[in-house]
C-alpha cells in the first residue's frame, strides 16, 4: 500500500513543493477550518506542523506536535480529526502550483443580469481595478438564469462603466483591460450541477494558483439559501477562502431571521458571511467614529449631560417607480429603519471600543442594540404618500403603482422615538424618520445639543431658545458635509446674534471624488474586514427592537396617515418630536 506523508505549514514557511513521497502544503488556511478545532486560535494554530499519512483509502493523521522554540498551547482535545480530509482533497491541493507565492481571487455575482448588479456591483468592481485596488489576478464572473455569452455579459457591463475618479486619458484602455476579466456562465440558483460547471470554469481561469473566491448574492432572500447550498458544495475554494457576501433584506421579523441565519450557517461559518449594509459604507458614516474618537472637542459632549436629542432623517423625493412589488412586502420600517438608520445609531451610540478591530466594535455595537427598549406602537407614526397636482404635473399615489397592491396599508413612511437604557444615554431621545415622495433628497444624522445654563443671551432670542442651540449637523448624502451650528455676534455696533455654521463641505475641501459605498463594501470583503459587516447576533438584536411593533402594525391594520407627493410627510410627525419637546432639525431647509 503506497504511501506518502505530507507535511503541513503555515505560510510563513516554505512554500516550496519537491519530491513525489514529501511535499509541504502551503495552505494552512484549510486545515485551520477543516482539521484544527474551532477553538483553537489563528494565531495557535499557525505554529503547528501536521504529519498526515495519505493513504489509498483515505487519510489518518499523526498528532500534532509544537513547532520547536514556539510556546506550547493546551492540548487539542481528542479526535480532533473529526472530518478527515479524503485522498481526493489532498491530490487537489497538490496540483497547486504554491511555488508562484501567489492567489488569485474569483468573484462570482450571482444574480448578474439584475439592476443591482449593472448599476452597482460591476461599476464598483471597475472602480477598484481603475484604482489598483484588486489583486494581480482576479477574474469576475457572472451567473443568472438568463442565457447570455461572455461578449454579451460585456456589453451590458459596458453601459454603465465609467472612470468618475479622474477621467483619466486611459479610461477607454482600462475598461477594455478589466472586461476581459468578465466572463458569463448561465444556470439555475439550486442546481449543484450548474455550480459545479462553474466551479470548472473557475479552475480554468484560477491556472493552478492558490484560489480565493467571493460569492455576491445579488438575488432574492427566497433562493439564498439554495444558492448558498450550492455553492458550498459545488462551487467553494478547495484551498484559500471562500466568502458570500449576502443583500438585505435579512428576513421579515426575528423569526425569518433566525431561521435564514441558522440555514445560511448549515453551510458556511460565520466568518464566511458578509451581510451586507451599503449604507455602512458611505464616506460621513466611516466618519462617525474618526470625528468622535480622534477630536477631544467632542468624546467629551457625545453623552445625556450635554446632548438633548439626535435625529436620524432619510428621505427620498421620489415614490416606488416600479419597485413597489418588493416594497410592499416590507415597507419603510424594514426596508430602511431597522437597518440602515438603526445601524448608524448603533455606531453613534456605542461606547469606545477596545480597538478598531471588527470584533471589538461589533461587540460595542451590540451592547447598544441590547439596551435599547423594544419599539412600542404610540412612539410610532407611519404614512403614505397620496397623488399630489403641483406645478401643472401630477404624481401618482402609492396604490396607483401597477406593482402594488390595491388598498395597500403599507408605509412609505414611518417616524419612530427610540431610548437607550444605559448611564451615557438614558432620558435621550433618538428620533428617526425615513420616507419616499418628500420634499426633498438627504440622509443625515442631526445632534442638538442642550441650552446654555444661565445663558446670557436669552434676551436676544426672545422666547425661542431653540434657536440658541448648538447643533452638529453629520450630511451622509447627498453632498456630504459636516456643519456645527455657533451663535455669533454680527458685525457692528449693536448686539445682534446671528446662527452660522462651522461648515466642512467635503466637495470644496477635498478634490478626490468620494467612492461609492460598494466598492469600500467590495474591497473589505476581498480584506477579510469584517467591521461594517453585520454580525448574527447583532442582527438577531435589531430584529428584537422592531419585530414586536411590526406585529403589531400588521395585526391590527393600522391605517396610515395620507400625505401629498412631495410634502414634508405626515403631520403626525411632529407631535411625536413635540412630545418629547423634540423638534426636527430639517424644517427649517
Known amino acids: 500500500m503506497a504511501t506518502h506523508s505530507y507535511s503541513i505549514l503555515p505560510s510563513s514557511?516554505?512554500?516550496?513543493?519537491?519530491?513525489?513521497?514529501?511535499?509541504?502544503?502551503?495552505?494552512?488556511?484549510?486545515?485551520?477550518?477543516?482539521?484544527?478545532?474551532?477553538?483553537?486560535?489563528?494565531?495557535?494554530?499557525r505554529n503547528y506542523h501536521l504529519n498526515v499519512v495519505l493513504m489509498q483509502d483515505g487519510a489518518v493523521a499523526t498528532p500534532a506536535t509544537p513547532v520547536e522554540n514556539e510556546t506550547p498551547f493546551k492540548k487539542l482535545r481528542d479526535?480532533?480529526?473529526?472530518?478527515?480530509?479524503?485522498?481526493?482533497?489532498f491530490k487537489e491541493a497538490a496540483s497547486f502550483d504554491v511555488s508562484k507565492d501567489e492567489s488569485t481571487v474569483s468573484i462570482t455575482v450571482v444574480g448578474a443580469s439584475g439592476d443591482l448588479a449593472k448599476k452597482k456591483i460591476f461599476p464598483a468592481l471597475f472602480a477598484l481595478?481603475?484604482?489598483?485596488?484588486?489583486?494581480?489576478?482576479?477574474?469576475?464572473?457572472?451567473?443568472?438564469?438568463?442565457?447570455?455569452?461572455?461578449?454579451?455579459?460585456?456589453n451590458m457591463v459596458s453601459k454603465t462603466l465609467a472612470c468618475r475618479i479622474d477621467k483619466r486619458e486611459n479610461?477607454?484602455?482600462?475598461?477594455?483591460?478589466?472586461?476581459?476579466?468578465?466572463?458569463?456562465?448561465?444556470?439555475?440558483?439550486?442546481s449543484q450541477e450548474n455550480f459545479a460547471e462553474l466551479d470548472k470554469k473557475l479552475k480554468e481561469h484560477e491556472g493552478g494558483r492558490v484560489s480565493n473566491r467571493l460569492f455576491y448574492l445579488s438575488i432574492p432572500?427566497?433562493?439564498?439559501?439554495?444558492?448558498?447550498?450550492?455553492?458550498?458544495s459545488s462551487a467553494s475554494s478547495?484551498?484559500?477562502?471562500?466568502?458570500?457576501?449576502?443583500?438585505?433584506?435579512?428576513?421579515?421579523?426575528?423569526?425569518?431571521?433566525?431561521?435564514?441565519?441558522?440555514?445560511l450557517k448549515q453551510y458556511l461559518e460565520e466568518d464566511q458571511i458578509f451581510r451586507i449594509d451599503h449604507y455602512l459604507g458611505k464616506e460621513l458614516v466611516e466618519n462617525l467614529s474618526v470625528l468622535r474618537f480622534s477630536n477631544l472637542i467632542f468624546e467629551p459632549l457625545w453623552s445625556r449631560q450635554y446632548i438633548r436629542n439626535v435625529q436620524l432623517i432619510f428621505s427620498e423625493d421620489f415614490g416606488t417607480e416600479g419597485r413597489g412589488g418588493y416594497f410592499d412586502n416590507y415597507g419603510i420600517l424594514r426596508?430602511?429603519?431597522?437597518?440602515?438608520?438603526?445601524?448608524?445609531?448603533?455606531?453613534?451610540?456605542?461606547?469606545?471600543?477596545?480597538?478598531?478591530?471588527?470584533?471589538?466594535?461589533?461587540?460595542?455595537?451590540?451592547?447598544?442594540?441590547?439596551?435599547?427598549?423594544?419599539?412600542?406602537?404610540?412612539?410610532?407614526?407611519?404614512?403614505?404618500?397620496?397623488?399630489?397636482?403641483?406645478?401643472?404635473?401630477?404624481?401618482?399615489?402609492?396604490?396607483?403603482?401597477?406593482?402594488?397592491?390595491?388598498?395597500?396599508?403599507?408605509?412609505?413612511?414611518?417616524?419612530?422615538?427610540?431610548?437607550?437604557?444605559?448611564?451615557?444615554?438614558?432620558?435621550?431621545?433618538?428620533?428617526?424618520?425615513?420616507?419616499?415622495?418628500?420634499?426633498?433628497?438627504?440622509?443625515?444624522?442631526?445632534v442638538q445639543f442642550r441650552h446654555v445654563p444661565g445663558n446670557l443671551y436669552n434676551q436676544n432670542f426672545e422666547t425661542d431658545l431653540d434657536q440658541a442651540t448648538n447643533e452638529l449637523i453629520i450630511r451622509v448624502q447627498p453632498d456630504e458635509a459636516i456643519d456645527l451650528?455657533?451663535?455669533?455676534?454680527?458685525?457692528?455696533?449693536?448686539?445682534?446674534?446671528?446662527?452660522?455654521?462651522?461648515?466642512?463641505?467635503?466637495?470644496?475641501?477635498?478634490?478626490?471624488?468620494?467612492p461609492d459605498a460598494y466598492e469600500r463594501l467590495l474591497l473589505d470583503a476581498i480584506e477579510g474586514e469584517r467591521r461594517l459587516f453585520i454580525r448574527s447576533d447583532e442582527l438577531d438584536a435589531a430584529w428584537a427592537l422592531f419585530t414586536p411593533v411590526l406585529k403589531e402594525l400588521e395585526e391590527k391594520n393600522i391605517i396610515p396617515e395620507y400625505y401629498p407627493y412631495g410634502s414634508r410627510g405626515p403631520v403626525g410627525a411632529h407631535y411625536l418630536a413635540a412630545r418629547y419637546n423634540v423638534r426636527w432639525g430639517d424644517l427649517g431647509i
Open 485 to 514: 451650528k455657533i451663535n455669533n455676534k454680527v458685525p457692528g455696533l449693536g448686539m445682534r446674534l446671528d446662527h452660522s455654521n462651522l461648515n466642512l463641505h467635503y466637495a470644496a475641501r477635498y478634490s478626490k471624488e468620494i
Open 13 to 45: 514557511s516554505s512554500s516550496s513543493i519537491h519530491g513525489q513521497n514529501h511535499q509541504r502544503l502551503n495552505f494552512s488556511s484549510y486545515i485551520a477550518k477543516r482539521v484544527l478545532p474551532a477553538k483553537v486560535s489563528f494565531h495557535s494554530r
Open 335 to 446: 426596508d430602511i429603519m431597522q437597518n440602515h438608520l438603526l445601524q448608524i445609531l448603533a455606531l453613534f451610540a456605542m461606547e469606545t471600543p477596545v480597538s478598531l478591530d471588527a470584533e471589538d466594535i461589533r461587540n460595542e455595537k451590540v451592547k447598544v442594540l441590547r439596551s435599547m427598549r423594544p419599539l412600542q406602537l404610540e412612539d410610532v407614526v407611519v404614512g403614505q404618500y397620496k397623488s399630489h397636482t403641483k406645478g401643472g404635473v401630477t404624481y401618482p399615489a402609492y396604490i396607483d403603482d401597477n406593482t402594488v397592491p390595491k388598498g395597500s396599508l403599507t408605509p412609505t413612511f414611518a417616524a419612530a422615538a427610540l431610548f437607550i437604557d444605559n448611564a451615557r444615554w438614558d432620558g435621550v431621545p433618538f428620533l428617526m424618520k425615513a420616507g419616499k415622495a418628500l420634499h426633498k433628497k438627504r440622509a443625515e444624522i442631526r
Open 79 to 89: 479526535g480532533f480529526l473529526s472530518s478527515v480530509p479524503s485522498t481526493q482533497e
Open 221 to 232: 432572500p427566497n433562493i439564498f439559501i439554495d444558492a448558498v447550498k450550492c455553492t458550498s
Open 129 to 154: 481595478y481603475y484604482e489598483g485596488c484588486l489583486p494581480k489576478h482576479f477574474t469576475i464572473f457572472g451567473y443568472a438564469r438568463s442565457k447570455m455569452t461572455d461578449a454579451e455579459l460585456r
Open 171 to 190: 479610461c477607454g484602455e482600462k475598461i477594455d483591460q478589466f472586461l476581459k476579466r468578465c466572463f458569463y456562465h448561465s444556470g439555475q440558483y439550486d
Open 238 to 263: 478547495g484551498i484559500g477562502w471562500t466568502r458570500v457576501i449576502v443583500e438585505k433584506p435579512f428576513g421579515r421579523d426575528s423569526d425569518s431571521s433566525a431561521a435564514l441565519t441558522k440555514a
